[in-house]
Each structure stands twice: as structure tokens, then as C-alpha cells.
């Protein structure tokens, strides 16, 4: 299955290198674990991971050079010989998702919810970056009060 990112580069700004990143690893057909990304407003996201079966120690969240790394392992189970399924719908299988952050986003928070890991991002646009009002000078016009345009004869 081969899904199309294209209406989603109309609509994010700062993310366009994440949607291509996607775009290309939809090529590799790995689709564990399955994911969200969601969008509050124009500088909040959120990314997030189904992980049912995960105990927090078993996942790992790192951010190295603009790119958020999440993975899985899930530690041995106590016992001899570990439980015996009947039938094992639950995935837990190792796993390892990148994605690369845009300019100026940020992790600002991790949490592991209801087999939910939920990843809060902001993006920090620093006031230098940010558009200013330039003020329009007209250099060659002396400011003498209100002047009137009269009409020569």
C-alpha cells in the first residue's frame, strides 16, 4: 500500500523534509510501529507511536542532529521458558523509527500512555528569524506638515 503525502506539503510549513522523508520510507514498506503525526497549530506537533506491550523501559527516545530517534526493545520475560501463546496478536518485535526534525523544532515532552508513546514537539523560531516591520524612510522629502499639490496654470 502506497500512500500519498502530496496534500499534506500544502499545508506544513517547516515540515517539508519530514514529508519527504516519509514519502521515501513508504518505499521500505515497514509499517512497525504504526504512527501519527499531528498538528495543533503552527508551531505544535505531535508525534505518536503505537506501542502496545511496551513498558517504558523498554522504549528509547533520543534527539541527535535534528533527527528524533524512537526505539524498542522489549527486555527478556522472567521464567524458563517465558509464557506459551496460544495465539500472539501482539506485537513486540524490536523496532527503531527516525524522523527528521525540521529547523527549529524541538522535543518538549515524552509520555507513555495506554500503549500510546506520545512525543510533544514545538518549533522555537528565534526573533532574529522571525518577519519585522521595516519602516519605509523617504530620505529625499522634507517633513514640513501637510503640503498641498496645486495645480499649474
Known amino acids: 500500500m502506497r500512500l500519498d503525502h502530496s496534500p499534506f506539503f500544502r499545508t506544513t ?14 518505499g521500505n514498506a515497514q509499517g ?5 503525526i499531528e498538528r495543533s497549530d503552527e508551531n505544535h506537533y505531535r508525534v505518536i507511536l503505537a506501542v502496545a506491550g511496551f513498558a517504558e523501559k ?4 533520543e534527539v541527535e542532529a535534528g533527527v528524533l530517534t524512537v526505539a524498542g526493545k522489549r527486555q527478556a ?3 524458563a521458558a517465558g509464557p506459551s501463546y496460544l495465539h500472539q496478536g501482539i506485537a513486540g518485535r524490536t523496532f527503531e523509527r527516525k524522523f527528521q526534525l525540521a529547523e527549529h523544532v524541538e522535543v518538549r515532552d515524552a509520555r507513555l500512555e495506554n ?4 512525543i510533544d514537539l514545538e518549533r522555537i523560531v528565534p526573533e ?17 506638515g501637510p503640503r498641498t499639490i496645486e495645480r499649474a496654470a
Open 13 to 26: 510549513v517547516g515540515f517539508d523534509r519530514l514529508l519527504d522523508l516519509l514519502d521515501q520510507a513508504d
Open 32 to 36: 512497525y510501529p504504526p504512527y501519527n
Open 58 to 61: 523498554d522504549l528509547d527516545v
Open 77 to 79: 520475560e522472567t521464567g
Open 115 to 118: 500503549g500510546l508513546l506520545r
Open 128 to 144: 532574529e528569524k522571525k518577519p519585522r516591520k521595516i519602516a519605509i524612510n523617504a530620505s529625499n522629502v522634507q517633513d514640513n
